[in-house]
Structure formats: C-alpha cells, structure tokens
C-alpha cells in the first residue's frame, strides 16, 4: 500500500507519498503506514 499525502502552502499543492516520508525520516514503511491510519 502507498499513500499519497497532500498539503497546501502558499496557494502551491504540495504532494508526497509515505515511502518517501518513511526514506526521509528512516522509518519503515509499515510504521509510516500504521501512524497515518491513527490520523484518520
């Protein structure tokens, strides 16, 4: 599963995806996962 993260600033759309936060942060992608699902 891959989830597309979406966010504005300044009027401009900003577009991520978990895997890329998870790289990022060096975190495994099923943790990133597991913590936008208790956002929800």
């Keep these: 599963m891959l989830v ?3 966010g504005k600033q300044n009027e401009e759309t900003l ?3 978990s895997r890329k936060v998870a790289e990022v942060f ?3 992608h099923y943790n990133v996962l597991r913590d936008i699902e ?3």
């Design 4 to 6: 597309e993260i979406r």
């Design 26 to 28: 060096e975190k495994e």
């Design 15 to 17: 577009i991520t995806t």
């Design 38 to 40: 208790t956002l929800s």
